[in-house]
């Protein structure tokens, strides 16, 4: 993401895009280990972006985690 200064002015005016997942996977000798967090993706007019604090009025990305394993794989492993 960007941190360079805004080139329309004196300071960023960031605008919400949508919510994104984003995931990072951990290999370690006890296993593999899973993170995924909600974030929102935000825009400025100059094209910088940032990841920021998630929209509660979109739509819920548990959706797009549940399509990414075979049917039933989350209720049996204890998830909602």
Same mark, same amino acid.
């Given at each position: 993401?960007? !941190? $360079?200064?805004c *080139?329309? =002015?004196a300071?960023?005016?960031?605008?919400?895009v949508?919510?994104?997942?984003?995931?990072?996977?951990?290999? !370690? $000798?006890?296993? *593999?280990? =899973?993170r995924?967090?909600?974030?929102?993706?935000?825009?400025?007019?100059?094209?910088?972006?940032?990841?920021?604090?998630?929209n509660h009025?979109e =739509?819920?990305l548990?959706s797009?985690?549940?399509?990414?394993?075979?049917?039933?794989?989350?209720?049996?492993?204890g998830a909602a």
């Amino acid at each position: 993401m960007s !941190t $360079a200064p805004c *080139t329309n =002015g004196a300071r960023h005016k960031w605008v919400f895009v949508k919510n994104v997942n984003v995931g990072s996977m951990s290999v !370690t $000798a006890r296993g *593999t280990v =899973g993170r995924f967090l909600l974030k929102g993706l935000y825009r400025c007019a100059c094209g910088a972006k940032k990841h920021g604090q998630f929209n509660h009025n979109e =739509g819920d990305l548990r959706s797009e985690i549940d399509s990414q394993y075979p049917a039933g794989y989350m209720q049996q492993r204890g998830a909602a």
